[in-house]
């Protein structure tokens, strides 16, 4: 199976602007979770999605936001920009169900704001 | 709220001797944990989780809920186990999110 595959890898952006990254989960595969990690705050948990209902959300201001297609791909948006979302991004996915649900990592997208 | 620790950002250790790597974590509930590992130049992958009670590349981990404790261990490091390894906590109620802790990168001196 392939695995977890996130476009693009690399982003530079300014101050103020939006991004949006996309997430494409292992086929089958119906959660995929977001995660912004960082040197300083390390793995943080964005927000999960499962059968295009965000299901999960973790303690970022609502700039960030994101959404699930009925393929299970998933897009995270950040508007208005700010220096310190300069991060990499990571997505996973899993089964979603309740017994299995082991999380797979995809590469990242590195974020860097000017 | 859960939160995990691992108290050492560095962990330099010479090939064949023993590697504890250590991870705290404070829930009131059942929790569950996952050690990650992340090798140089691939992305983050499960390396092992509680419920499972395995040993995968020699390592182990054993959950001590006494003292809120998932170390992970490896009675004789390899070169190749140098990689960064995060300890992560679940909430054992379905699909919660991973809490992660910051990591610990491990380096085995040949």
């Known amino acids: 199976k392939a695995g977890v595959t996130q476009t693009p890898r690399y982003l530079i952006k300014t101050r103020g602007q939006q991004v949006t990254l996309s997430c494409s989960p292992i086929s089958g595969h119906r959660s995929v979770s977001w995660y912004q990690q960082t040197p300083g705050q390390g793995l943080q948990f964005l927000f999960e999605?499962?059968?295009?209902?965000?299901?999960n959300k973790g303690n970022f201001p609502g700039r960030f936001s994101g959404r699930q297609f009925s393929n299970s791909r998933s897009e995270m948006n950040v508007s208005t920009l700010e220096l310190g979302d300069s991060a990499l991004y990571l997505c996973a996915s899993s089964l979603g169900g309740l017994v299995e649900h082991t999380q797979y990592f995809g590469p990242g997208t590195r974020l860097t704001v000017l | 709220a859960q939160r995990v620790t691992q108290p050492e950002k560095l962990l330099s250790v010479f090939k064949g001797a023993p590697v504890e790597l250590k991870c705290n974590y404070s829930y009131s509930g059942s929790p569950e944990l996952f050690w990650y590992v992340q090798y140089s130049r691939q992305r983050l992958q499960l390396l092992l989780r509680h419920i499972s009670r395995e040993s995968i590349k020699g390592f182990t981990a054993d959950l001590n809920k006494g003292e809120t404790s998932f170390h992970l261990k490896k009675p004789f490091a390899q070169e190749e186990d140098s990689a960064m390894y995060y300890c992560a906590l679940r909430r054992q109620a379905g699909n919660t999110p991973l809490v992660f802790g910051k990591g610990t990168r491990l380096s085995v001196i040949a």
């Open positions: 999605y499962f059968s295009e209902t965000q299901r």
